[in-house]
């Protein structure tokens, strides 16, 4: 149990020592190429043509897995600690944009599929598993957030109540517009688009279009009209 933890904290100090010296170093001054060729040891995979801004966090580097051509840029925070399962995974084609937060908990899976864009300012934080598929587009300001606090006890506090966490899955080819958020046990089926603002606490069906707080569906992707306003 010592041999672990002295590994543990040991490994934790190299990829700080590494992140910190390497992280900062701007483009002008090589810092890209330099990532990319460091980073690779420090990762439990990483992909080639990996393009990585200075100024973005890492925590728990041996939790994630970095496909081909991803592109992360400034002010980005990745954090994959919290517990020896949790697992970052970003498919071929990824671009996070700046300042985007994404976070695991206890025994959290964040899987981001290929040719997916995440805007600048979103969250994405578990401890329940998000899968995102392939080719969805995550707006600015959007948040996703695997988790939900109990507060049923009134006589103590929110925080010392704990969590549910049932997870959440964003299918292929979705579009989230500006300050969505997507609430915890939620799937959003294949092709659908969430209008600007709207908060989805329920299943949306492929092809749907949903606005509105809660998020309703509107519109479905096939139909020319939209459906009755008692429609949920």
């Known amino acids: 149990m010592f041999k672990q933890q002295y590994f543990a904290k040991l490994q934790r100090y190299q990829e700080l020592l590494l992140t910190t010296l390497l ?24 992909g080639n043509k990996v393009y990585i801004q200075h100024g973005v966090e ?8 970095i496909g081909q051509g991803v592109h992360i840029f400034k002010n980005v925070r990745l ?12 498919g071929n084609g990824v671009a996070i ?4 937060d994404i976070g695991c908990l206890e025994d959290t899976l964040i899987h981001i599929d290929e040719d997916t864009f995440i805007g600048p300012n979103v ?26 606090h109990n507060f049923t006890d009134p006589l103590l ?6 969590v549910t966490c049932q997870g959440i899955i964003i299918e292929d080819d979705c579009w989230l517009g500006h300050g969505v958020t997507v609430l915890d046990g939620v ?31 509107i519109k479905n992707r096939n139909a020319k009209e939209l459906l009755p306003a008692s429609q949920p």
């Open 23 to 46: 992280g900062d170093i701007p483009a002008i001054f090589f810092g890209p190429q330099l990532r990319r060729f460091i980073y690779p040891r420090l990762f439990a995979a990483m």
């Open 79 to 90: 954090d994959g600690k919290g517990h020896p399962k949790n697992k970052i995974y970003l």
């Open 187 to 217: 799937t959003i089926g294949k092709g659908s688009v969430i209008g600007a603002g709207a908060v989805v606490t329920k299943d949306i069906p492929p092809y749907s279009v949903a606005v509105g707080i809660p998020a309703k569906v």
């Open 97 to 100: 944009e700046r300042n985007v």
């Open 157 to 162: 506090p929110i925080k010392q109540q704990g």
């Open 58 to 65: 890492f925590i728990a580097t041996s939790s994630m897995e």
């Open 123 to 148: 969250c994405i934080a578990g401890p329940g598993d998000i899968r995102i598929g392939k080719n969805c587009m995550i707006a600015s300001h959007a948040g996703i957030y695997a988790n939900n």
